[in-house]
């Protein structure tokens, strides 16, 4: 069984930066499409970050693209998601997920197969 561990959540000023980490146990990490999420109350669940397991393609909405990186590092069964310029409206709690198949790198919900427990983002003065 997978199991995925997210940190580095808390509260940061707009404009700040935070740095999520994403550790993974049990299954093949480094085959496995990562995948970054969030959700905010009230609202659903919206794909925020996605790498291939190879390190190379990785997609982003709009509205972070430019400002979130996300990045891995296979040998240490991490994911990582690197935020910049936050916003209010990045307020939310932060998942990471795992899509055992990966035949690409997918943006939906739907095609992720383990999740972690998420970590809260508060951008707020």
């Known amino acids: 069984q997978v199991q995925l561990v997210e940190s580095g959540g808390g509260l940061v000023q707009p404009g700040g930066s935070l740095r999520l980490s994403c550790a993974a146990s049990?299954?093949?990490?480094?085959?496995?499409?990562m995948g970054w999420f969030r959700q905010a109350p009230g609202k659903e669940r919206e794909f925020v970050a996605a790498i291939h397991w190879s390190g190379g393609p990785t997609r982003y909405p709009d509205s972070v693209k430019g400002r979130f990186t996300v990045s891995r590092e296979n040998a240490k069964n991490t994911v990582y998601l690197q935020m910049n310029s936050l916003k209010p409206e990045d307020t939310a709690a932060y998942y990471c997920?795992?899509?055992?198949?990966?035949?690409?790198?997918?943006?939906?919900?739907?095609?992720?197969?383990?999740w972690g427990q998420g970590t809260e983002v508060t951008v707020s003065s």
């Open positions: 997920a795992a899509d055992r198949r990966s035949s690409g790198v997918a943006t939906m919900y739907v095609a992720y197969d383990y």
């Open positions: 049990g299954g093949t990490f480094s085959r496995y499409t």
